[in-house]
């Protein structure tokens, strides 16, 4: 099976500009899980889509959304871009059964706002 | 934002030995997972731990899933090299919370061949 791919895998952005980011599940699975990992606070819980619902929504502002196709592709898009953006953004796949929960990361996208 | 305590941060051990870190939170969890990450790339899921008391083996990894449900540790016998990196405990509590895993710090590993 294919792992869960990301695109684009780098980008560079400037502070006002919006983004989209790519990002496709294992085959079969129906939760996309978006996290953004930085140096001074780790890896944050963005939000969780499953069936193309939210499902999860961590503490970020509204400038950063996302969604899910019936494909369970999913994109994140993250408007009026601060320099505190930059970081590598991940998303994970799991079959989305609360309890049995594995979920399976890509290889990220490293965004850098200047 | 929410994070579980990691620890060590750091470990700079030799070829050969047994690793040890482990993860504690003030709130109970469903589900525990250890992962690895290598430079420039995402995390790969390592051991996954579903039930309290559990203990899990892959290969030279052994994982537990505290008694208690707050906490939970990882062991790596006979270290190599390509042990290097970051590793991190991750914690998922279902209830209201989805699919949201709430991340360890990390330990970063270092081995002197």
């Known amino acids: 099976k294919a792992g869960v791919t990301q695109t684009p895998r780098y980008l560079i952005k400037t502070r006002g500009q919006q983004v989209t980011l790519s990002c496709s599940p294992i085959?079969?699975?129906?939760?996309v899980s978006w996290y953004q990992q930085t140096p001074g606070q780790g890896l944050q819980f963005l939000f969780e889509?499953?069936?193309?619902?939210?499902?999860n929504k961590g503490n970020f502002p509204g400038r950063f959304s996302g969604r899910q196709f019936s494909n369970s592709r999913s994109e994140m898009n993250v408007s009026t871009l601060e320099l505190g953006d930059s970081a590598l953004y991940l998303c994970?796949?799991?079959?989305?059964?609360?309890?049995?929960?594995?979920?399976?990361f890509g290889p990220g996208t490293r965004l850098t706002v200047t | 934002g929410q994070q579980l305590n990691q620890s060590p941060q750091s470990m700079f051990i030799q070829e050969g030995e047994d690793v040890s870190m482990n993860c504690t939170s003030s709130?109970?969890?469903?589900?525990w997972l250890w992962y690895k990450q290598d430079p420039g790339e995402g995390p790969v899921l390592l051991i996954a731990?579903?039930?309290?008391?559990e203990l899990t083996s892959n290969g030279r990894l052994t994982a537990q899933f505290g008694i208690t449900r707050k906490d939970s540790f990882l062991n790596i016998s006979a270290s190599i090299p390509s042990d290097v990196g970051i590793y991190f405990c991750?914690?998922?509590?279902?209830?209201?919370?989805?699919?949201?895993?709430?991340f360890g710090q990390g330990t970063e590993l270092s081995v002197k061949p």
């Open positions: 731990l579903y039930k309290a008391g």
């Open positions: 991750a914690g998922q509590w279902i209830y209201n919370q989805g699919g949201k895993l709430i």
């Open positions: 889509y499953f069936s193309e619902t939210q499902r």
């Open positions: 085959s079969g699975h129906r939760s």
């Open positions: 994970a796949s799991s079959a989305g059964r609360l309890g049995l929960d594995e979920q399976y």
């Open positions: 709130s109970i969890f469903n589900t």
